[in-house]
């Protein structure tokens, strides 16, 4: 499999368009530049918008593009989870002067969270209490 593109630790920060595509990607796994054009249809840009972008997200590391085929397969380089916590992160610094309180708190203020959601914060919260003791426990 010959990939063009790198993983690289420091993969820069996706731009909206960038990202609408990475969701496709890891929505459906590795695939043509045809399918992930079609699955954004109705986005109102064209095939070399899309082709251009994925040629864009290769140089930059956000990609691997297999080019063992006549049709090339791109898929995402960084999961989507390893995305979120980066994304996060940035915006956790620059937004909330890095409160994590200040964050839960916009985040939860701005889209009412179901009652599955919220069971799930108060086991991570949970977790992370149980964790703490634990560490504080083991530092003298």
């Known amino acids: 499999m010959s990939s063009s593109g790198k993983v690289n630790k420091d993969v820069p920060k996706p731009t909206e368009a960038e990202l609408e ?7 459906r796994g590795p695939d043509t530049v045809g399918a992930v054009h079609k699955a954004r249809e109705g986005q109102g840009t064209g095939y070399t918008t899309t082709l251009k972008l994925l ?42 002067g890095g409160s994590p309180l200040q964050l839960v708190v916009q985040a939860l203020s701005e889209k009412r969270a179901s ?14 209490e149980q964790k703490e003791d634990t ?6």
């Open 135 to 140: 560490n504080r426990k083991k530092t003298p």
């Open 55 to 96: 040629q864009r997200m290769t140089e930059k590391g956000l990609v691997l593009r297999d080019e063992s085929q006549h049709a090339h397969v791109y898929r995402a380089a960084i999961t989507a989870e390893k995305t979120q916590r980066q994304l996060v992160r940035d915006l956790l610094q620059r937004a909330f």
């Open 115 to 128: 009652a599955e959601d919220l069971s799930a914060i108060r086991q991570l919260l949970d977790e992370m």
């Open 21 to 27: 595509l990475l969701r496709i990607l890891w929505e």
